[in-house]
């Protein structure tokens, strides 16, 4: 139904920049939000940021400042612009998708991001 394709991860310096990418496609209509998440080693899934229909956005406080999640509409596919990268960034990312028409939350495969000090 919807497919979601992370890219753009890598090993970079602390102080360095990352831009990941998300591309949507399928039933890709009628979006609530489409957000990044990150899960590193040991630790639970936790939410990094997310982009909802209307444009708002919001961002864990670890990354605010330094992180800008957006969205182009006619690519259906949404970006998480890292930035003064730091060792604690280390992480899978996940793409997360949800819509009006199904309960259910939607994942990419995952990229892995990371920063060595």
């Known amino acids: 139904q919807v497919q979601l394709v992370e890219s753009g991860g890598g090993l970079v310096q602390a102080g360095g920049s990352l831009r990941l990418s998300c591309a949507a496609s399928?039933?890709?209509?009628?979006?609530?939000?489409m957000g990044w998440y990150r899960q590193a080693p040991g630790k639970q899934r936790e939410l990094v940021a997310r982009?909802?229909?209307?444009?708002?956005?919001i961002y864990a406080d670890s990354v605010k400042g330094r992180f800008t999640i957006s969205r182009d509409n006619a690519k259906n596919t949404v970006y998480l612009q890292m930035n003064s990268l730091k060792p604690e960034d280390t992480a899978v990312y996940y793409c997360?998708?949800?819509?009006?028409?199904?309960?259910?939350?939607?994942w990419g495969q995952g990229t892995q991001v990371t920063v060595s000090s």
């Open positions: 997360n998708a949800n819509f009006e028409w199904s309960p259910n939350n939607y």
């Open positions: 399928g039933s890709i209509f009628s979006v609530n939000a």
């Open positions: 982009i909802f229909s209307g444009g708002r956005t």
